[in-house]
């Protein structure tokens, strides 16, 4: 139910991570899977490069993947609650950082909907209500 994992993540990752209690939380899968930037850091100061790509580099591939399926084949964003994220990152992101943010949104969304063993449910906007 999640937009961009199928079958084919849902059992790599599995097969990766098992049920992820390895992983406190989705922030901690994101960044063992290296979608988030590498960070430098000088007393107040800090850097922000490129992404880590640490981790699982089948599982980041895939991630990004869907990710571009996402933001490329899915007009209706609405149903997922994804609309005003998306809509909001593509003013002020690259379309392949965008993609790369969207890839580790939907890892982590894929990450609590396997350690909460529920399905995935879009939040509902009162534009999307009405």
């Given amino acids: 139910t999640v937009p961009g ?20 939380k989705g922030r901690d899968f994101g960044a063992w899977l290296g979608l988030v930037p590498k960070q ?3 007393g107040d100061r800090t850097i922000l ?8 580099r089948y599982l980041r591939a895939l991630f990004v993947q869907a990710a571009w399926v996402v933001l490329v084949k899915i007009r209706c964003w609405e149903r997922y609650g994804l609309n ?9 992101l690259h379309h392949n950082v965008l ?14 909907v396997l350690n909460k ?14």
Avoid: H, Q
């Fill in 84 to 92: 005003s994220w998306i809509r909001a990152a593509k003013k002020r």
């Fill in 49 to 56: 490069g490129s992404i880590s790509r640490r981790g699982n």
């Fill in 99 to 112: 993609a790369i943010a969207l890839a580790n949104k939907l890892a982590r969304i894929a990450w609590a």
């Fill in 5 to 24: 994992i199928g079958p084919i993540i849902s059992s790599a990752m599995v097969a990766a991570i098992g049920a992820g209690d390895v992983f406190s």
């Fill in 117 to 130: 063993g529920r399905a995935f449910a879009s939040v509902k906007t009162e534009e999307t209500a009405s």
């Fill in 40 to 42: 430098t850091s000088t």
